[in-house]
């Protein structure tokens, strides 16, 4: 029996209350994502190094490279507990329920025009080139056109967003979908933080979730299922635990403290953490050019 740390409220309620059943979908050393049988949605086990998010239990456990797991077992819940076959039992006494709860948009939004200057002079310091931040000293035909291609399409995406073209916008958005490395590509790490942003209480962008509907629409047929489901848990306006905290110390914190939450965010996967901080950018700016057209909830 190993205990459930930390969680997300919803995927506790399911395994302690409705009976969650589903099978294993893919396992890497710091997660296991789980397959569920009736809505086929994924749901994520995660190492004790790793926060809290979306559809996701923190376990006491290190890594899972030793767990003998496979592809496609069975996983179901029994007694408060979330079960692997008989290889694991995962006690939810005592677990942390954790929920995403999005910071609201700042009615005096000058602390996070100067908090969008130091994140963006993070991200050109510290950020991971490869995918939506260029790589200037790469001579990789193929990695410069590709990473010209994620930028020119970001850039097309964002000026459409801005001119309240809906239809252009969301033209852009499927072009980026799939588009760049890692397993989940860099163009759906920038529209995961972009549409983020769109769902702030009392943001300027509120109207576009709309927008953030059809992207997830047109993602399932053109990425892996890893990267779909994150896109849409960001388009309902669910991300990783520390996505929230940079979001709240970009709308209102002081730099020590942003400095170190962008740096949590900058160590997610290779090149992805710099991808959503950039979509996060992106999209605070689209909400101040939003809140300077007189769109304002």
């Excluded at 710091?30 to 998010?53: H, P, W």
């Excluded at 990695?143 to 969301?170: G, K, P, T």
């Excluded at 499927?174 to 890692?182: A, E, M, Q, Y």
Aim: glycine letters at 6%.
């Amino acid at each position: 029996m190993i205990q459930a740390l930390s969680g997300d409220v919803e995927f506790v309620q399911a395994i302690v209350h409705s009976g969650f059943n589903g099978f294993i979908h893919s396992i890497f050393n710091k997660t296991v994502n789980i397959k569920c049988r009736k809505t086929g949605d994924l749901y994520t086990l995660a190492t004790n190094s790793l926060d809290n998010g979306p559809n996701s239990i923190v376990i006491n456990i290190n890594s899972f490279a030793d767990s003998h797991f496979e592809l496609t077992n069975n996983v179901f819940t029994n007694n408060n507990s979330l079960y692997i076959e008989d290889k694991i039992a995962i006690s939810m006494n005592d677990i942390k329920k954790w929920e995403c709860l999005l910071p609201s948009y700042p009615v005096n939004d000058t602390q996070l025009r100067k908090n969008l200057i130091i994140i963006k002079n993070q991200i050109e310091e510290f950020g991971k080139c490869g995918g939506m931040k260029r790589n200037l000293h790469t001579k990789n035909p193929f990695q410069i056109e590709m990473e010209l291609m994620l930028q020119e399409r970001a850039h097309s995406l964002l000026c459409s967003l801005v001119n309240n073209n809906v239809a252009d916008a969301l033209r852009h958005a499927t072009r980026l979908i799939g588009l760049g490395p890692g397993l989940t590509p860099s163009g759906d790490d920038f529209l995961t933080g972009l549409m983020a942003t769109f769902h702030l209480p009392n943001c300027p962008c509120l109207s576009f979730q709309s927008f953030n509907k059809n992207v997830v629409t047109s993602a399932q047929s053109l990425t892996n299922d890893i990267s779909y489901m994150t896109l849409k848990m960001a388009s309902a306006g669910k991300v990783r635990e520390s996505i929230v905290t940079l979001l709240h110390l970009a709308l209102t914190g002081e730099e020590e403290h942003l400095i170190s939450a962008l740096q949590e965010v900058l160590k997610i996967g290779s090149s992805s953490g710099t991808d959503i901080a950039l979509g996060i950018v992106s999209g605070l700016e689209v909400n101040l050019i939003r809140k300077a057209q007189g769109h304002w909830s």
